[in-house]
């Protein structure tokens, strides 16, 4: 059974909402310190100083980011640039987006849900973790007791029976509308007729929710949950979630690529080699500039749906399994546990090479980085895995390796927080 409730959210001052476009950021994970800099430079209240701050030379245990972000978080409170809502609600978010031509609406549910171990099969992973992402957001909930970013759920809904749902409440005066930096409008409306409350928390009783995006955060909930020895119903018990329905039309996920650089001729022919040990090589012709053009070349050549295609400085060519390996492995597992991982193992792979290993999204930044001029880096380029089959693999408790889905675009932070001492 899984457990969602309203929550008293806390948000900006209204008198700041026509510079909230200035106030939000990406989630964490995502942003380089360049981008973290120029959040803090964007607005002295912009969230990356709570979600992400700098660090410091000087820093130490008692002070550092964490300290600073709790300080930070307190005198925010105390002088009304972030306010608790007077009432315990659900709430809608609309995520408007542009993805190539299509213009895409994503909606979902904004509630508190409860934190439950794996093994209860109410809450489900798809991907494994890091430990040290863990350490960090840990150490922040500790010194904020707060939930400032939300982790993405989703959940099954064959008859439509949520979208429905909040097609009607979407018809409602927002609470706040605001266009970001990027493009992207965000829109939050409150759910406060019991009624429709009570009809979405009873709809998701029986179902099993899959982690879309925030395992790291979630698996942090779980630990701090224990940390707190909280008595079952505390606030600890809790995590600030959106709720997205699996029929959601505007539920767009894209693959994540690998990347692997610092190559020399020696330790590219090794990778290539590994490749052609279980895999059979057939060369992509014509002119493939793009991801698209993979595609159509993919679909022409192979219908297995594990193959993967690598892109080299000298070729590109799919990777179609030999027909010994398992049908049902998905792509991105044989290609870590048949090449990347045997690859990196090795004992003359430099460290460097080791530390190299990116995930990129971008077909086009891929095709630069390998035609270079120093020529030294090779890509695999995955398809995209559908949603119903991640969610199917969490049920039989399959885990995907680290950094295996993309769902785009990325949840904002900053919209709505959830503090555990005012909730």
């Not at 939000?24 to 969230?47: G, K, R, T």
């Not at 990356?48 to 300080?71: C, F, M, V, W």
């Not at 009570?198 to 709809?203: T, V």
């Not at 909280?230 to 600030?240: F, P, Q």
């Amino acid at each position: 059974m899984a457990v969602i409730r309203p929550f008293r959210a806390v948000r900006y001052n209204d008198k700041l909402l026509d510079s909230m476009d200035h106030l939000i950021a990406p989630p964490y994970d995502v942003l380089n310190p360049e981008e973290q800099l120029a959040l803090y430079q964007l607005s002295p209240y912009n969230i990356i100083r709570l979600e992400y701050g700098k660090t410091y030379p000087d820093d130490s245990a008692d002070h550092n980011r964490y300290s600073r972000a709790a300080q930070t978080l307190s005198s925010w409170l105390a002088e009304g640039v972030l306010q608790p809502e007077e009432q315990k609600t659900l709430y809608l978010y609309e995520q408007s987006f542009q993805y190539g031509a299509v213009q895409c609406c994503r909606r979902g549910i904004i509630a508190a849900l409860k934190v439950e171990k794996y093994s209860s099969g109410k809450v489900l992973p798809h991907e494994l973790t890091f430990s040290t992402p863990k350490v960090d957001r840990l150490e922040l909930l500790r010194k904020t007791r707060t939930n400032i970013s939300p982790i993405f759920t989703l959940f099954p809904d064959p008859d439509a029976y949520i979208s429905k749902l909040l097609g009607q409440i979407s018809k409602k005066k927002p609470l706040f509308t605001l266009e970001d930096q990027s493009g992207q409008r965000h829109r939050i409306t409150r759910i406060d007729n019991p009624d429709l409350q009570n009809a979405i928390i009873q709809f998701m009783k029986p179902q099993s929710l899959l982690i879309a995006d925030g395992h790291h955060r979630y698996e942090t909930a779980l630990d701090y949950k224990e940390f707190e020895n909280n008595a079952t119903g505390s606030a600890a018990d809790y995590i600030l979630t959106i709720l997205v329905s699996m029929k959601e039309p505007g539920l767009l996920m894209l693959p994540t690529h690998r990347m692997i650089s610092m190559l020399n001729n020696k330790s590219s022919e090794k990778l290539v080699s590994l490749c052609k040990n279980n895999f059979s090589l057939m060369l992509m012709g014509g002119k493939l500039d793009s991801e698209n053009d993979f595609q159509l070349e993919w679909e022409k050549t192979t219908r297995a749906k594990n193959a993967f295609a690598i892109v080299a400085p000298d070729f590109n060519a799919l990777l179609i399994p030999n027909v010994d390996i398992e049908k049902e492995r998905l792509g991105v597992e044989l290609l870590h546990e048949l090449i990347i991982d045997p690859f990196l193992s090795l004992p003359e792979v430099k460290d460097e090479i080791k530390n190299s290993l990116t995930f990129p999204h971008d077909f086009e930044t891929i095709r630069k980085s390998v035609l270079n001029n120093n020529r030294d880096s090779i890509a695999f380029i995955l398809d995209p895995i559908p949603v119903d089959e991640v969610y199917s693999r969490a049920l039989q408790g399959k885990i995907m390796p680290q950094k295996t889905t993309y769902f785009y675009p990325k949840l904002p932070s900053g919209l709505l927080l959830r503090n555990l001492d005012l909730d």
